[in-house]
């Protein structure tokens, strides 16, 4: 079990551009996260998915921010038109449906607006 | 309200001190909670939940439903424990909330 997937790691984009953010959970897991972390500041919960459906999605701005956890395929993070405050490291995680389980992190991509 | 506090934002100890990071949280459900550690530049960690009772790397934490806390503890802080901790807990319907993270600098 390769363990939660991100990619990119690192991502540049002009503003305006959109950034596409993928995360494949691990196998087995059926419940996405994605936090965003600022410059020295700590995790904010965004959007919560399982297959094909948003769960809770109280953190995400309510422009320009969409997620998605298709069928088939990684969850992915779009963010349109991206603005300089975007930048920051975007992390996912993934869980399964069972108790007294940690949720697991990957490693993060690191969006940089120019 | 479902919500986790860690009060301080940076935590500095000499090596062989005490360490003890702070967390509470609101939850009106049944508590799942964990501490999650993120050394430089590397993916979280999971490094004990209060649910399992053990002890990683010399770390404790007690949940306190009294107090509602569940602070992170250690007798003698090392170097290598320098990094950011985070307090997390899980709701009823698996959504993980976290705090904002206390970064520990451990002095030598």
């Known amino acids: 079990n390769a363990g939660v997937m991100q990619n990119p790691r690192h991502l540049v984009r002009r503003r305006g551009q959109e950034a596409r953010l993928r995360c494949s959970p691990m196998?087995?897991?059926?419940?996405v996260y994605w936090y965003r972390q600022l410059p020295e500041e700590g995790l904010k919960f965004m959007v919560y998915?399982?297959?094909?459906?948003?769960?809770?999605e109280s953190g995400m701005p309510k422009e320009r921010f969409s997620a998605e956890f298709p069928k088939e395929g990684p969850s992915i993070l779009r963010i349109q038109q991206v603005v300089r405050g975007d930048s920051a490291a975007y992390f996912c995680a993934s869980s399964p449906l069972t108790v007294d389980t940690e949720a697991f992190f990957g490693q993060g991509t690191r969006l940089t607006v120019v | 309200a479902q919500r986790v506090t860690q009060p301080e934002k940076l935590l500095s100890v000499f090596k062989g001190a005490p360490v003890e990071l702070k967390c509470n949280y609101s939850?009106?459900?049944?508590?799942?909670l964990f501490w999650y550690v993120q050394y430089s530049r590397q993916r979280l960690q999971l490094l004990l939940r209060h649910i399992s009772r053990e002890s990683i790397k010399g770390f404790t934490a007690d949940l306190n439903k009294g107090e509602t806390s569940f602070h992170l503890k250690k007798p003698f802080a090392q170097e290598e424990d320098s990094a950011m901790y985070y307090c997390?807990?899980?709701?009823?319907?698996?959504?993980?909330?976290f705090g904002t993270g206390t970064r520990l600098k451990v002095l030598a």
């Open positions: 998915l399982q297959k094909e459906n948003i769960i809770d």
């Open positions: 997390a807990l899980r709701t009823g319907t698996y959504k993980y909330i």
């Open positions: 939850y009106s459900g049944s508590p799942e």
């Open positions: 196998k087995g897991h059926s419940h």
